[in-house]
C-alpha cells in the first residue's frame, strides 16, 4: 500500500531562515510520481513541483529546491531565505505513474509552515 | 487560460438532505477528481472521471458519487448527508502532463 509520512506537524521559523520540509514515502510500485502542493489560508492547493520515481536529479526553482532520496524514500523539500508569504500548510504526495492512475494521489498530513516576521 | 471554478464555494445543508457540487476543469483537460479534505482524516480522493467514465474511485460509501459530462464538467453528489461529511470539497483537473490543478474548493457544513 502507499503512504505518505510527514513527520513535522507545524514549523515555526523566522523571516530569512532557510528551512526544510521532510517527506517520506512508502510505495511497491518501481514507477511513481512524488509531489509538494502548498495550501494557503485561502484554501486552494497550488501545484509546486512533480517528480518521477525515475528521475533523481534534485530540482531548483528560485527559493524552492527539492532533494529526492529514492535509497531512503525521501522526497524533501527546502524554503531558502524564508518570506512571510511562504506561511502555508504544504502536502508531500504520491501517485502511481500512468495516465490512468496519476489521477489517484495520496496526500500526506500536511507539515504547517509559519513563517514571523 | 482559466483555472478550475468550483461552485457553490460554500454550502450548508441539514443531516438526511443529498447536495450536488459543481466542478469545470482547465479547458482541454479530460480527467476531473474529487478529494475530500477535514481536519481528522486529512486529504482522501474520492474518484476519477474520464471521458465521462469514473476511472478510479477511493473507498468511501455509496452515497458519494459522480458523473462527467461530455464537456468535462463534473459533478459530485452526496446523499443522506451525515455530519461527518462536513468538510472541504476539492476538485481537480489533470492534463497530458501528469499534474493535477485544484480548485478552490467547496466548502459543506452538514448541520
Known amino acids: 500500500a502507499q503512504k505518505v509520512t510527514q513527520a513535522q506537524t507545524e514549523i515555526s521559523v523566522v523571516e530569512k531562515e532557510d528551512v526544510t520540509l521532510d517527506c517520506v514515502y512508502e510505495t511497491r510500485d518501481t514507477t511513481y510520481y512524488l509531489f509538494w502542493y502548498k495550501q494557503p489560508p485561502s484554501g486552494e492547493l497550488v501545484f509546486l513541483i512533480r517528480r518521477n520515481s525515475f528521475d533523481e536529479q534534485n530540482e531548483i526553482s528560485g527559493r524552492y529546491s527539492w532533494n529526492f532520496q529514492k535509497s531512503t524514500s525521501s522526497f524533501n523539500f527546502t524554503i531558502t531565505a524564508s518570506q512571510v508569504v511562504d506561511s502555508a500548510v504544504y502536502f508531500c504526495a504520491l501517485s502511481e505513474a500512468g495516465y490512468s492512475s496519476a489521477s489517484k494521489i495520496i496526500f500526506g498530513s500536511g507539515t504547517r509552515l509559519s513563517i514571523r516576521p | 487560460k482559466a483555472g478550475v471554478t468550483q461552485t457553490p464555494r460554500y454550502l450548508i445543508k441539514t443531516r438526511g438532505q443529498q447536495v450536488t457540487l459543481s466542478c469545470s476543469p482547465i479547458?482541454?483537460?479530460?480527467?476531473v477528481s474529487w478529494y475530500q479534505q477535514t481536519p481528522g482524516q486529512g486529504l482522501q480522493f474520492l474518484f476519477e472521471y474520464f471521458s465521462e467514465t469514473q476511472r478510479n474511485k477511493g473507498n468511501f460509501p455509496g452515497r458519494f458519487s459522480g458523473r462527467q459530462f461530455s464537456n468535462s464538467r463534473s459533478e459530485m453528489n452526496v446523499s443522506t448527508l451525515e455530519l461527518g461529511d462536513s468538510a472541504l470539497y476539492l476538485c481537480?483537473?489533470?492534463?497530458?502532463?501528469?499534474?493535477?490543478?485544484f480548485g478552490p474548493g467547496t466548502r459543506l457544513t452538514v448541520t
Open positions: 481537480a483537473s489533470m492534463g497530458g502532463n501528469y499534474e493535477q490543478y
Open positions: 479547458s482541454g483537460h479530460r480527467s
